[in-house]
T-cell receptor
Framework: KNEVEQSPQNLTAQEGEFITINCSYS?????LHWLQQHPGGGIVSLFM???GKKKHGRLIATINIQEKHSSLHITASHPRDSAVYIC??????????????FGSGTQLTVLP | EPEVTQTPSHQVTQMGQEVILRCVPI?????FYWYRQILGQKVEFLVS????????KSEIFDDQFSVERPDGSNFTLKIRSTKLEDSAMYFC????????????FGQGTRLTVV
């Protein structure tokens, strides 16, 4: 059974701080997604990774396939970054449509 | 920017009633998905759909659930006889291909069964 574990579950930071959210998973995957869920519930895709590192603005995502671990970093955090950040993986064993398995999410609160 | 749209944003229904949740995927996408998130829990996969048929479904997706692409643009999830435990946020997603391509999510429909 594939487990996706995120840490921490909750994170409170001061504006401007560097933030790291971690994700570990237990099976081989073809890709890992980082998603952002705002208080209204909508989900936005931030990154899809299968190796290495991606950067978009103040967000950086890295993945280590051998260690089955990914991190999401936010530089110069801002209150508008407050959201739930979800890690989701696409297991190698799933069918051709390759459905996602989700972590529990990390609730990030950035204080002004 | 193209987006996945879902309607309604919030649906309240009586237990035992049928509900249809609607989604319009991104127009050139071929793979469609439904996920649900019970309040306070993880997002869970329900079903994937490709080439007018179900590709995969989870154990949650029992006979009470069905999906349809009735007209080439809409993608619907029907729950035949709703139960209290069907109350959740339902997300539709689509992707251009089924492999390692990015999935785009709708804003979700919050279903409340009373």
């Amino acid at each position: 059974k594939n487990e996706v574990e995120q840490s921490p579950q909750n994170l409170t930071a001061q504006e401007g701080e560097f933030i790291t959210i971690n994700c570990s998973y237990s099976v081989g995957i073809s890709a890992l997604h980082w998603l952002q869920q705002h208080p209204g519930g909508g989900i936005v895709s931030l990154f899809m990774l299968s190796s290495g590192k991606k950067k978009h603005g103040r967000l950086i995502a890295t993945i280590n396939i051998q260690e089955k671990h990914s991190s999401l970093h936010i530089t110069a955090s801002h209150p508008r970054d407050s959201a739930v950040y979800i890690c989701a993986v696409r297991p190698l064993s799933s069918g051709s449509a390759r459905q996602l398995t989700f972590g529990s999410g990390t609730q990030l609160t950035v204080l002004p | 920017e193209p987006e996945v749209t879902q309607t309604p944003s919030h649906q309240v229904t009586q237990m035992g009633q049928e509900v249809i949740l609607r989604c319009v995927p991104i127009s050139n996408h071929l793979y469609f998905y439904w996920y649900r998130q019970i309040l306070g829990q993880k997002v869970e996969f329900l079903v994937s759909f490709y080439n007018n048929e179900i590709s995969e479904k989870s154990e949650i997706f029992d006979d009470q659930f069905s999906v349809e692409r009735p007209d080439g643009s809409n993608f619907t999830l029907k729950i035949r006889s709703t139960k209290l435990e069907d109350s959740a946020m339902y997300f539709c997603a689509s992707s251009q291909q089924g492999g390692n391509t990015e999935a785009f999510f709708g804003q979700g429909t919050r279903l409340t069964v009373v």
